[in-house]
């Protein structure tokens, strides 16, 4: 075979080999063929074998049946006997059960009677439920009431409580202005003080320069009233009436002092503006102590009068400093 295939081209080789796969590819289906065929004789192996049990069963059934009737028919009088007892046995046994009948019977009806008695309670308790119903939606409604007028309280609390915030630091706004107008007065007496003394320095100045010249009778008459005038100005400096006895200075000596007259005639409008800011200041806090007062009285609801005697006491360490407030003389500007 080697040395056939050796002088063989390879065509012939391809052709050889084509039909060997035709002829395998063949036997394959011819072997599927028969392996149908076999699977088919199988079946009606096990189909002919199922056959041959029933008829064996049914052929031994046949002769169990014929064994029966060679025994009916040799005993028919033991068979009368047995059923005569056990027609006996059977009435005895329907008079035992009449007898539990009635027993049942009776046992019904009171059992009827309970159930009569137990619907009545039922009854009964759905009506006491309906009424437990009806109270408890009662409750419910009034636990919503409640509520709602626990959250209207609430509501007013939190909104006096948001007042009382405010009343507080407005009143503490109120400290720290009273602290800035303290501050303010201070310096306002500084100044002053530091403009009487320049005041005093000129006019000092100007005696000198008015003593270098001679002088005549009048001019020194008219000049002792200045001094006399300006020292008791400066000795009396709460007294505001010193305002026109400055400004008579003034008009002896307008050439030298032109500044002095000018803060002379601006300073009555700035201190009718502290006063104006101060009475207006004393009056938010008298009102902020009323509106205080009342919602305290508001939230508290009783004759607790603690929260009078602590306004009372805040109002008078408030306004204590200004009832001995003097001012001395006009501020400057």
């Known amino acids: 075979m080697d040395v056939i295939e050796e002088?063989?081209?390879?065509?012939?080789?391809?052709?050889?080999?084509?039909?060997?796969?035709?002829?395998?590819?063949?036997?394959?289906?011819?072997?599927?063929?028969?392996?149908?065929?076999?699977?088919?004789?199988?079946?009606?192996?096990?189909?002919?074998?199922?056959?041959?049990?029933?008829?064996r069963k049914q052929v031994e059934t046949m002769e169990k049946v014929f064994q029966d009737l060679q025994q009916t028919e040799a005993e028919p009088c033991i068979a009368l006997e047995d059923d005569f007892e056990a027609h006996r046995r059977n009435e005895e046994k329907i008079r035992e059960l009449e007898k539990e009948s009635t027993v049942m019977k009776k046992k019904y009806e009171k059992?009827?009677?309970?159930?009569?008695?137990?619907?009545q309670e039922i009854e009964q308790d759905k009506l006491s439920l309906s009424n437990l119903k009806s109270e408890i939606q009662d409750l419910k409604f009034k636990r919503e009431e409640d509520q709602s007028n626990l959250e209207h309280k609430d509501e007013a609390i939190h909104h006096i409580y948001l007042q009382l915030n405010q009343l507080s630091e407005t009143v503490e706004e109120c400290f720290n202005n009273i602290k800035d107008l303290r501050q303010t007065t201070q310096e306002l007496s500084k100044q002053l003080e530091d403009r009487q003394d320049e005041a005093t320095f000129d006019l000092m100045r100007e005696k000198e320069r008015v003593l270098n010249r001679p002088l005549s009778f009048a001019e020194e008459i008219k000049l002792l009233a200045?001094?006399?005038?300006?020292?008791?100005?400066?000795t009396d400096s709460t007294n505001l009436g010193n305002v026109d006895e400055e400004a008579k200075t003034e008009e002896l000596l307008k050439p030298h002092l032109s500044t002095v007259k000018l803060q002379s005639k601006r300073?009555?409008?700035?201190?009718?503006?502290?006063?104006?800011?101060?009475?207006?200041f004393m009056l938010c806090i008298f009102i902020l102590m009323i509106i205080a007062f009342v919602a305290s009285g508001c939230f508290a609801g009783t004759s607790d009068f603690s929260s009078i005697t602590t306004l009372w006491t805040s109002a008078h360490l408030m306004l204590q400093p200004y009832w001995s407030v003097q001012y001395g003389a006009l501020p400057p500007i």
């Open 7 to 55: 002088n063989m081209s390879p065509k012939e080789l391809l052709e050889k080999i084509a039909e060997l796969e035709y002829s395998q590819s063949l036997l394959r289906d011819q072997n599927a063929d028969m392996r149908k065929l076999l699977d088919g004789a199988d079946d009606d192996m096990a189909a002919l074998g199922s056959e041959n049990k029933s008829l």
């Open 111 to 119: 059992l009827t009677a309970e159930l009569k008695s137990l619907q």
């Open 226 to 234: 200045t001094t006399a005038e300006m020292n008791t100005g400066m």
């Open 267 to 280: 300073c009555p409008g700035t201190l009718e503006k502290a006063i104006w800011r101060v009475g207006f």
